[in-house]
């Protein structure tokens, strides 16, 4: 099993930036693909953007492209969520998750962290 963190959410006003990071344990030797997840009261939840383990291949919805910067640390194994030009829309509890295999489901999830951002 892999166990997630996230850290960094929080209050920020429009425009403003915010970083947040997911440290990974546990058997990340297992770990293909990192996630960034954010789900809004009332809405389902949407992946933000992905990067592969070794930290290459990234995927951005198209309402981040440009303002959200997935990385990954490797000695670290921590990924990280750039967060620019915030948007009152992009206020939601924001999820890092981990996926085993190519393609289908992310199997292990984080508690997630509020980001709040204000207009």
């Known amino acids: 099993q892999v166990h997630l963190v996230e850290s960094g959410g929080g209050l920020v006003q429009a425009g403003g930036s915010l970083r947040l990071s997911c440290a990974a344990s546990g058997r990340t030797f297992s770990i293909y693909r990192m996630g960034w997840f954010r789900q809004a009261p009332g809405k389902e939840r949407e992946l933000t953007a992905a990067v592969n383990w070794s930290g290459t291949n990234t995927y951005y919805a198209d309402s981040v492209k440009g303002r959200f910067t997935i990385s990954k640390d490797n000695a670290k194994d921590t990924v990280y969520l750039q967060m620019n030009s915030l948007k009152p829309e992009d206020t939601a509890v924001y999820y890092c998750?981990?996926?085993?295999?190519?393609?289908?489901?992310?199997?292990?999830w984080g508690q997630g962290t509020q980001v709040t951002v204000s207009s």
């Open positions: 998750a981990a996926r085993r295999a190519a393609v289908g489901q992310y199997n292990d």
